[in-house]
């Protein structure tokens, strides 16, 4: 994030870029002198050995101003960032690695991934998606197109169950509210690690190994009970009693249903998980298989008997079988499938992400081209709501979206 001394005069332009915080402390001596060394290296490999003899250039000498008077303010990084160099270079090729250093800190918090979602209708990649008026299924996947640094974005502190998201088009960020936001209250984005995607654990875990903090946002402090549902069933077991979901621990002999109390045994889970693990050599060899249904609905009776009717694996299986019915030429069975994906999918991810957006997407094609045109203007208008929260009113699905909807309510 952005130096707190310097968040509230940011003019932006280059100054504002500085005053990103490199969290330089938590880099040893050492490794600032081999990213110093590899970062010459390739300046000499690139531009000759007198790019680091070149004076630094007015905006360059005022970044490093900057970047003294920031560092000034946290303990112990401008004394590292002096030993990490040689004594004996000058004061200029010093200073211009100095620079170079801190900017090679900063990717590392700072940086935004700028991606878009790709159709690719070759078979085998990516999810279900279904061509407008035809029998065409797409598959579509999220590529990345490169990284950027925006100093005003990183403003806003992580959540793991963010009020607020980004959208790109091209190298412009919009940031979008997901949900509405108080006045006072703080706007939050998420780093990465969220609520549905990780269990609190490993949000942690990786939250302080890729940016160097300890999360305090309200899902992991002060989970709701809703919320521990939500990271509960994402790889739950059913519980036989209930069909509750299974917590399994990995350090108990014991393993307890949230719903019932209900208790099993260790002997029992692990004869959950053979099934488990039949099931998912069942699902690649269908995919491998150019989506074999047969195989794929013995996947699905499996994992039906074992997991917990939200759990993840059984909601991929359940969109998979949607895709290879709709591959047949079947709408009909493909959008019973896919209903149940989505019912999954609103649980565990939520009633506004893009998840259910991509997924109501989907449904509304299929039950479209089943004829259930009351139904598909439902859900089409549900997709249309999340996706524009998401990716904007503008986005191609949104736009294709409403021309469905004005199609069918004509």
Not at 196 to 211: A, N, W
Not at 220 to 233: D, K, L, N, S, Y
Request: with cysteine; net charge negative.
């Amino acid at each position: 994030g952005c130096s707190k001394r310097k968040s509230s005069s940011l003019a932006g332009g280059y100054s504002s870029i500085c005053s990103l915080l490199s969290h330089k402390n938590e880099f040893s001596d050492h490794e600032q002198r081999v990213l110093m060394e590899k970062m010459a290296d390739t300046l000499v490999e690139s531009f000759g050995e007198s790019i680091l003899k070149l004076p630094l250039t007015e905006w360059a000498q005022s970044g490093l101003k900057e970047i003294k008077s920031t560092e000034s303010h946290h303990t112990g990084q401008l004394s590292s960032c002096k030993t990490a160099a040689n004594p004996n270079e000058s004061s200029s090729n010093r200073d211009l690695r100095q620079l170079f250093l801190h900017h090679l800190l900063q990717l590392r918090c700072n940086t935004h991934s700028i991606s878009v979602v790709s159709v690719d209708e070759e078979e085998g990649s990516g999810t279900l998606g279904s061509a407008s008026g035809g029998d065409l299924v797409q598959r579509t996947s999220e590529v990345q197109l490169g990284s950027a640094i925006y100093p005003s974005a990183s403003l806003m502190n992580h959540s793991c169950l963010p009020n607020a998201l980004f959208s790109f088009s091209g190298s412009t960020v919009t940031v979008c509210a997901t949900k509405g936001i108080q006045g006072g209250e703080e706007i939050s984005n998420c780093y990465g690690p969220q609520v549905g995607r990780m269990q609190r654990t490993q949000r942690q875990v990786e939250l302080r190994r890729k940016y160097f903090f300890d999360c305090t946002c309200p899902a992991c402090c002060h989970p709701t009970p809703a919320i521990q549902f939500r990271e509960a069933v994402v790889d739950a077991f059913a519980c036989p009693n209930c069909s509750g979901p299974l917590t399994v621990q990995d350090t108990s002999s014991d393993h307890l249903c949230i719903k019932c109390q209900n208790t099993l045994a260790e002997r029992e889970v692990m004869a959950m998980r053979k099934v488990k693990e039949e099931a998912k050599v069942l699902f690649q060899a269908a995919v491998d298989n150019n989506f074999h249904l047969p195989l794929l609905l013995k996947c699905q009776k499996l994992q039906s008997k074992v997991l917990h009717c939200y759990n993840m694996q059984l909601a991929r299986t359940n969109d998979t079988i949607a895709q290879a019915y709709a591959m047949q030429g079947d709408p009909k069975s493909a959008s019973q499938y896919c209903e149940l994906s989505c019912q999954a999918v609103e649980v565990v991810y939520g009633n506004d992400s893009l998840e259910l957006g991509n997924e109501l997407h989907k449904l509304a094609h299929l039950l479209f081209q089943n004829h259930q045109y009351s139904k598909a203007v439902e859900m089409a208008e549900r997709a249309r709501g999340i996706l524009a929260i998401n990716r904007g009113p503008q986005h191609p699905d949104c736009v294709e979206l409403s021309e469905m909807i004005a199609t069918l309510t004509m």
